[in-house]
């Protein structure tokens, strides 16, 4: 059962990430109808913002996710003005093209910045609590309550469960910032204004909605929250010129999963995309070798035998297949309402 | 006037075109029949100078350009100037065979250093095979690399020794942590590698408790790392590359897995150190040489190296500096001016297929190479590396026999 408490948190870290990615993708499509695949890179540029701003100035890290988060807003902002603005009435599919070209630019961009090597947030760089754990030490228990002990490692739930204080960063980010979202698009003018735009873009402005304002906030918001999902896994995995592909693709999957346009369905499906990814991971093979010893197949199924162990190669397929059925039997996603011109 | 100005323009930027000295490292003339200046001789290096194994590429191409260099100031051969055209194969099958082609069909290139990956070793192989051309590779350890041409070779050992070799060590000389769990990347070198570790474990009865493969685009292995921290074994073999490597133990040190982590030559890169940081601690590795093993002769290329380049050599440059060396050594022996390109190619696999005992044997700074029939290095030792305090150092208890 242990096994199961650690998977269900990492599939709720990594899901984390993705909603904070997928949301970027799902606010500009809701408003625009454009898949802005170059999503992913800002993601990326994220990332390598705060390894620049941490590795060649002095400021500290947390103020380093801040200042990536405005730059993002900046870079989603300009890309929306440079390349989606004057498309604006063009067909869909030029936009969608525009986009494609933009990420390849931005991912050619950063490799000829900082190079093709994947880099990694060094020590001397981080706050205590995100450094490298050496094994060589024992971890200093800070205080236990309630059978649940903090080290200086890891939040200990039981000998075999630990929740790394980096990836209670990447939680508890990432709901603050769901949270806020929600109540600013429900709560707030500007929110107001998004949906509005979302609902018809031509009548909204024709009530008095400055549309391309709207339009570029919309661009700066969901740039910024991949830009603190892009540091989290900087610090978490690597940053390289690519990184923004597979994530890119995996949140997009996410918010189409959840229904493309619905925020709510973007964090719901960024959720289910990584516990499926870690569960699919991780119970694939005993769920087969189980199948196979009950029906008298255990020969078949000799885990020395074969060189591929099915489940765990295979992971980033099986979320897409958690996708496919669920978009067969909702096309429209789990949050996402039919409407004329989705089509 | 407005026509007239575009095609002067145009007429201008023709001429300012036709007049850039073409790039002689990288522009060759592959439908040219001529073999190029003859006062130069082409060599092909392959490795994967971008993508996931950079760090092993940049090492490749350090080692190569200092041979070059060091042959080219001692009058190059026979006062032909060695000149070395790269190729980046990304570390992937579908860009080395592109590499491949290019390389065999440039009408000046004689030999291929190269590749790196097992993976883009064999993807290239047929290619070579079906040219002509012999490839050299100073890092590839897939058992198959070799087998089936008689053009590939190779200046290290194979995967089923190496695999064998860490089961072993481990079964005899770490005798305290008696069971151990497998984390494969789902490529040639892994797959291969595993299958050697898993056969030896079970023929000497090493208790092997998970078995979990991974794939290179992903980043995130903690689902994995969780499988095996529930069957709680005292080792976890990576059968992987540096870059996942430095991740994986990272990620096992955060899910609070205290078990020792042991690589292979995929993870002998002083880019592991730096990405994994404090947690690869305490980690065991194999290679094929270590300069703390090599003798006079391998600390004075040391230190060339870190002159020329701010950096220590490692492993991939000192075989490459290996692979450079022999291949000069054969082009020195066997070249002719007066003959055709594929003669001047099958003299210098023919001349390497030649060095088939100790005594025949090219004497390198990583020590004695010489092949079998395929082309496979013969009787070259495995060194045992631990990390320790950031940096790679020589175990203290090896297993030469």
């Known amino acids: 059962m242990d096994q199961f408490y650690q998977q269900l948190i990492n599939g709720i870290v990594l899901g984390g990430i993705y909603a904070l990615i997928a949301v970027g993708y799902t606010m500009v499509y809701g408003i625009i109808q454009l898949i802005n695949f170059a999503h992913g890179e800002i993601f990326m540029l994220g990332a390598y913002f705060a390894f620049t701003l941490v590795n060649f100035t002095p400021i500290p890290f947390w103020v380093a996710i801040f200042v990536s988060m405005l730059f993002c807003a900046g870079v989603g902002m300009l890309m929306d003005y440079v390349a989606y603005r004057p498309l604006r009435n063009a067909p869909r599919l030029s936009a969608l093209i525009t986009a494609i070209g933009v990420s390849i630019g931005l991912q050619n961009l950063a490799r000829i910045l900082w190079g093709a090597k994947p880099q990694t947030f060094t020590d001397d760089t981080l706050p205590t609590i995100f450094q490298q754990i050496s094994p060589m030490k024992e971890p200093k228990v800070f205080f236990s309550i309630f059978g649940v002990t903090f080290t200086d490692a890891a939040i200990q739930f039981s000998e075999n469960v630990s929740l790394a204080y980096l990836d209670l960063t990447i939680i508890v980010l990432a709901i603050i910032l769901m949270v806020s979202l929600n109540r600013l698009v429900s709560l707030t003018k500007i929110g107001k204004a998004m949906r509005a735009c979302a609902q018809n873009r031509i009548a909204a402005n024709l009530m008095g909605v400055r549309t391309n304002q709207v339009i570029a906030i919309t661009f700066a918001i969901g740039s910024a929250l991949g830009a603190v999902a892009g540091v989290m896994v900087g610090v978490r995995d690597n940053i390289g010129p690519t990184m923004g592909l597979h994530k890119g693709v995996a949140a997009f999957a996410a918010a189409v999963l959840g229904g493309i346009g619905n925020i709510t369905g973007a964090m719901v499906g960024g959720l289910l995309m990584g516990l499926a990814e870690v569960f699919g991971a991780g119970y694939i093979d005993p769920m087969i070798a189980t199948i196979c010893h009950t029906i008298g197949l255990g020969e078949f199924y000799d885990s020395e035998k074969i060189s591929h162990s099915y489940g765990s190669g295979y992971r980033i397929a099986i979320s897409y297949i958690v996708m496919i059925i669920v978009i067969l039997i909702r096309p429209t996603g789990l949050f996402g309402k039919a409407s004329a011109h989705r089509a | ?401």
């Open chain 2, 1 to 401: 006037m407005r026509k007239w100005f575009i095609v002067i323009l145009l007429l201008s930027l023709v001429t300012v075109w036709g007049c850039q000295p073409p790039d002689k490292n990288t522009e060759a003339d592959p439908q040219g029949d001529t073999q190029g200046d003859q006062s130069e001789l082409f060599v092909g290096v392959a490795g994967p100078f971008t993508g996931t194994a950079a760090a092993f590429g940049e090492m490749i191409q350090r080692g190569a350009e200092l041979k070059a260099k060091e042959i080219n100031e001692a009058g190059g051969i026979n006062g032909r100037k060695l000149i070395l055209s790269f190729g980046d194969d990304a570390g992937t099958d579908k860009e080395a065979k592109l590499i491949a082609t290019r390389f065999a069909t440039d009408k000046r290139i004689l030999a291929v250093v190269g590749h790196f990956n097992s993976s883009c070793s064999l993807a290239g192989k047929d290619i070579y095979k079906e040219n002509g051309i012999v490839a050299l590779s100073p890092g590839s350890t897939n058992v198959s690399v070799c087998e089936g041409s008689d053009w590939t070779f190779r200046n290290l050992y194979r995967d089923d020794f190496q695999g064998t070799f860490i089961a072993r060590y481990i079964k005899t000389k770490l005798t305290e942590y008696p069971s151990v769990a497998v984390l494969f990347d789902n490529d040639d070198y892994g797959r291969g590698l595993r299958d050697a570790f898993t056969a030896e474990a079970k023929k000497i009865e090493l208790n092997m408790v998970a078995s979990e493969a991974y794939d290179r685009e992903n980043t995130d292995f903690t689902a994995q790392l969780t499988s095996i921290k529930g069957k709680n074994p005292d080792i976890i073999f990576i059968s992987g590359l540096y870059g996942e490597a430095a991740l994986i133990v990272r990620q096992a040190r955060r899910l609070g897995i205290k078990a020792l982590f042991f690589g292979a030559d995929g993870v002998d890169s002083p880019d592991f150190l730096k990405n994994a940081g404090a947690s690869a601690d305490g980690t065991y590795l194999t290679t094929p040489f270590t300069f703390g093993a090599g003798g006079e002769g391998a600390s004075k290329v040391a230190a060339a190296f870190e002159a020329e380049f701010g950096v220590a050599p490692d492993t991939w440059a000192a075989l490459t500096y290996d692979a450079m060396g022999m291949i000069a050594e054969a082009i020195e022996k066997t070249y002719n001016k007066d003959a055709e390109l594929a003669i001047n190619r099958k003299a210098i696999r023919d001349h390497l297929a030649s060095l088939d005992t100790p005594e025949e044997g090219y004497k390198g700074i990583t020590g004695l190479t010489y092949f079998d029939i395929n082309g496979d290095t013969v009787d070259k030792p495995a060194y045992v590396k631990v990390v320790k305090d950031g940096m790679f150092t020589t175990a203290p208890i090896q297993m030469t026999d």
